[in-house]
């Protein structure tokens, strides 16, 4: 498939003489472009059947045209079509829209000073020390989504079970972040613990005492760049399993399944310190942020349907 949106509602920066800071337009071409993909099979072996589907789906996502046209602001100045747009961030991270990159572009905006040895740089106090330095981390919009079902029938009994993934993309946890700066994370505590007699930890190539360190990295102002992570995840998404009634019970009017099924069971495997598929905005932005938000739910239930 290949879609293109065009004529977006976007918030652009204007002169403040001209009594506001930003104005709405709608311009813009954004474009997706991608793939749906299934393949299944179906096998029988005596009473037992077997049914296994995969299915895959990649999206590529792409502004064409950040701005086109002309537009004015309200004292009749043209406005200059801008290199980028800013969506906001948390801490020292902005989403920033640029003509051939994507919509969810995340850019963190400091780095650690280094010695000309590559080791980081220490104020008189023992402190590294930040540097300005926009860095695109990467877009917090996945490549590809993969999801693999299996279902057995035997006589009246049914079992399924849905392994789904997530490759590419980014995730931010400031929630990691400002529990570094606090030092009440794991990794402060590591950091404590591997000191030396003189309260100093090799961190980065560099011996530095921990509270040093995290006070000034950590923090949603600080280097965002270390609680960047990829969002690649394989969780166990749901597993079913049931019993059909005997169509006899009830004098053959109706067929009554009853299953009892678990969602969202087990993540086999994540790197980020968080569940990468929430999110604490339900907005265009804010996407693959974790700050402070509740943990991912695992939902037990069960399902009746019935077959007149």
Do not use: C
């Not at 002169?15 to 096998?43: C, F, K, P, R």
């Not at 300005?132 to 989504?145: D, R």
């Amino acid at each position: 498939y290949k879609s293109n949106t065009k004529n977006q509602t976007l918030e652009i920066p204007i002169s403040a003489s001209s009594g506001y800071t930003a104005m709405y337009i709608q311009t813009g071409d954004i474009q997706n472009t991608g793939i749906e993909l299934t393949v299944g099979s179906e096998n029988k072996f005596g009473d037992l059947t077997w049914s296994s589907s995969f299915t895959a789906t990649h999206n590529q996502n792409k502004i064409v045209q950040l701005m086109d046209g002309e537009f004015y602001d309200p004292q009749g100045q043209l406005i200059t079509n801008p290199e980028y747009l800013g969506k906001g961030g948390v801490g020292s991270t902005e989403f920033r829209l640029y003509k051939g990159g994507t919509m969810g572009d995340l850019y963190t905006k400091n780095k650690l000073k280094r010695n000309e040895d590559g080791t980081m740089y220490l104020s008189e106090s023992g402190q590294p020390v930040l540097e300005n330095e926009l860095e695109k981390a990467g877009s917090v919009l996945p490549k590809w989504n993969l999801g693999f079902r299996n279902d057995f029938y035997y006589k009246n009994i049914n079992f399924g079970f849905l392994i789904s993934a997530r490759i590419g993309g980014v995730v931010a946890s400031t929630t990691q972040a400002i529990m570094d700066g606090y030092g009440v994370s794991k990794a402060s505590a590591i950091a404590r613990d591997n000191a030396n007699d003189k309260g100093l930890t090799m961190i980065e190539g560099t011996m530095v005492r921990p509270k040093d360190y995290y006070d000034v990295t950590g923090q949603a102002q600080g280097l965002m760049s270390n609680y960047i992570y990829k969002a690649n995840n394989v969780r166990l998404q749901e597993v079913s399993i049931g019993y059909t009634l005997h169509s006899a019970w009830f004098n053959d009017v109706v067929k009554l399944n009853v299953s009892f099924v678990g969602r969202n069971l087990w993540m086999i495997y994540n790197k980020a310190p968080f569940d990468p598929e929430t999110t604490a905005s339900t907005g265009t932005y804010y996407q693959g942020f974790d700050y402070f938000m509740q943990p991912s739910a695992r939902n037990i239930g069960f399902t009746v349907r019935a077959q007149f």
